[in-house]
Antibody, heavy 121, light 107 residues
Framework: EVQLLESGGNLVRPGESLRLSCVAS????????MHWVRQSPGQGLEWVSA???????YYSDSVRGRFRVSWDISKNTFYLQINNLRADDTAVYYC???????????????WGQGTLVTVSS | DIQLTQSPSSLSASVGDRVSITCRAS??????LAWFQQKPGKAPKLLIC???TLQSGVPSRFSGSGSGTDFTLTINNLQPDDIATYYC?????????FGLGTKVEIK
């Protein structure tokens, strides 16, 4: 059974940094593209970032330059480093597994439960 | 970037009704559209990929159709368990954007 478990969310001040983690189990981690999607309180879904060994990393315009994805295959863990946090980064951050090893044209079949990042002074 | 327009933004229907949610893309995305269901406090759940391919375990009362710019999610025989917000996502062109959602309620 595929499981994704996010962690690392916290209450932080504007300008601070945070690293989110997504521990994956139940599938060969390195064979699939992984994505981050966020949801601000009471709002809709926003695609944020993606990574695969096949295609490298992708970012939305709103986070490029401040967010960085990486993964540690030995730990089956996918990371999202968030720098220079802003109030509008406040959201639940979900990691999601694609059905494919390539990043483009994803089909996000499995999602974690999410981790909450709150940015406030 | 491709914009997705979902309608209606909310709807209320009776148990057993058929409901339809539409998603219109700002440009041709072929069949590269997914539908998600999200219940309050939960992660989104993939219902349909490729505009019409139902995911394993999803009840057959859900169906998707369309291609190009116009797509529809249909729920036949609406059930209380279907109360949720439904999102479309275009997966044709980066960045892979979502619609704003349609909240489905039971009368």
């Amino acid at each position: 059974e595929v499981q994704l478990l996010e962690s690392g969310g916290n209450l932080v001040r504007p300008g601070e940094s945070l690293r989110l983690s997504c521990v994956a189990s139940g599938f060969p981690f390195s064979n699939f593209a992984m994505h981050w999607v966020r949801q601000s309180p009471g709002q809709g879904l926003e695609w944020v970032s993606a990574y695969s060994a096949h295609d490298g990393s992708y970012y939305s315009d709103s986070v490029r330059g401040r967010f960085r994805v990486s993964w540690d295959i030995s730990k089956n863990t996918f990371y999202l480093q968030i720098n220079n946090l802003r109030a509008d980064d406040t959201a639940v951050y979900y990691c999601a597994k694609s059905t494919k090893k390539e990043v483009p044209r994803p089909c996000l079949e499995s999602w974690g439960q999410g981790t909450l990042v709150t940015v406030s002074s | 970037d491709i914009q997705l327009t979902q309608s209606p933004s909310s709807l209320s229907a009776s148990v057993g009704d058929r409901v339809s949610i539409t998603c219109r893309a700002s440009q041709d995305i072929s069949h590269y559209l997914a539908w998600f269901q999200q219940k309050p406090g939960k992660a989104p759940k993939l219902l349909i990929c490729g505009a019409s391919t139902l995911q394993s375990g999803v009840p057959s009362r859900f169906s998707g159709s369309g291609s190009g710019t116009d797509f529809t999610l249909t729920i036949n025989n609406l059930q209380p368990d279907d109360i949720a917000t439904y999102y479309c996502q275009q997966v044709d062109s980066y960045p892979w954007s979502f619609g704003l959602g349609t909240k489905v309620e039971i009368k």
